[in-house]
């Protein structure tokens, strides 16, 4: 995801950096700053799946987990099931779940990983919880 930043803030250099070594030599510390970012992200994740409150360490499976199961009920089952429904001429109506919603906790779930992680590499994260 950091990743993306990489074009835009090239382009940005492009505009403002005259000299390509310089230019160079900036692209090449973004991009080593945003490999430090990743690897924190997975220091990040392995000690919060080794913590001992199931708060911490379950807290990101149980929301993966209801995420996956309602798209697996939106996206599979509700239409083979509807499917079902339709050739057996029975007069059932199955619930329908918002996926944008869904779709959006995912990607919002996944994006503050990646905002933890950042604050952990800046040293500002707060860190009360206990082992």
């Not at 939106?74 to 099931?81: E, G, H, Q, V």
Request: with cysteine; charged share 20%; hydrophobic share 45%.
């Amino acid at each position: 995801m950091l990743e993306k930043l990489i074009d835009p803030i090239s382009n940005i250099l492009d505009k403002f950096v005259a000299d390509k070594d310089l230019k160079q030599k900036l692209e090449h510390e973004l991009k080593t700053e945003l490999h430090r970012a990743n690897m924190a992200q997975i220091e990040v994740n392995k000690e919060q799946a080794k913590h001992s409150s199931l708060f911490v360490s379950g807290a990101r499976p149980a929301i993966m987990w209801v995420c996956c199961l309602g798209l697996f009920w939106s996206f599979f089952l509700a239409p083979f099931l509807n499917w079902l429904i339709i050739v057996t001429g029975s007069d059932v109506s199955l619930p329908a779940i918002q996926t944008e919603g869904l779709l959006t906790l995912t990607l919002s779930l996944l994006g503050l990983g990646g905002y933890r992680s950042f604050e952990k590499f800046k040293g500002v994260a707060r860190n009360s919880l206990k082992e």
